[in-house]
């Protein structure tokens, strides 16, 4: 069975996605949540009852971003790919 290997274990490549690239989402995702789970527990010992649910809300947009980025796939933008609209037939004149 293929283990990972701990010792090449790299933060910059944990918010790459599956191509290499970085990817600003997973690193908001990740920024969120960890900022929403260091204020959680102050907003919980404070008695600050409207931020701990603010605080709430951000974890689960967080969780979004990192749920979606991870579960979408990847597609290049290619834009020679992208369908372009025919040009306008000229219609014949059924008098002629």
Same mark, same amino acid.
């Given at each position: 069975?293929?283990?990972?290997?701990?010792?090449?274990?790299?933060?910059?490549?944990?918010?790459?996605?599956?191509?290499?690239?970085?990817?600003?989402?997973?690193?908001?995702?990740?920024?969120?949540?960890?900022?929403?789970? &260091?204020?959680?527990?102050?907003?919980?010992? $404070?008695? +600050?009852?409207?931020?701990?649910? @603010?605080? !709430?809300?951000?974890?689960? &947009?967080?969780?979004?971003?990192?749920?979606? $980025?991870? +579960?979408?796939?990847?597609?290049? @933008?290619? !834009?020679?790919?992208?369908?372009?609209?025919?040009?306008?037939?000229?219609?014949?004149?059924?008098?002629?």
């Amino acid at each position: 069975m293929n283990y990972p290997d701990i010792s090449k274990f790299s933060f910059k490549e944990m918010f790459n996605d599956s191509s290499g690239k970085s990817d600003i989402h997973l690193f908001c995702g990740f920024l969120i949540v960890v900022v929403s789970c &260091i204020c959680f527990p102050y907003t919980i010992f $404070s008695h +600050l009852e409207l931020y701990s649910n @603010l605080t !709430l809300a951000f974890l689960t &947009i967080g969780g979004a971003l990192l749920g979606i $980025s991870r +579960l979408s796939k990847d597609k290049p @933008l290619n !834009l020679l790919d992208t369908p372009q609209p025919e040009p306008e037939k000229q219609e014949e004149n059924a008098a002629n």
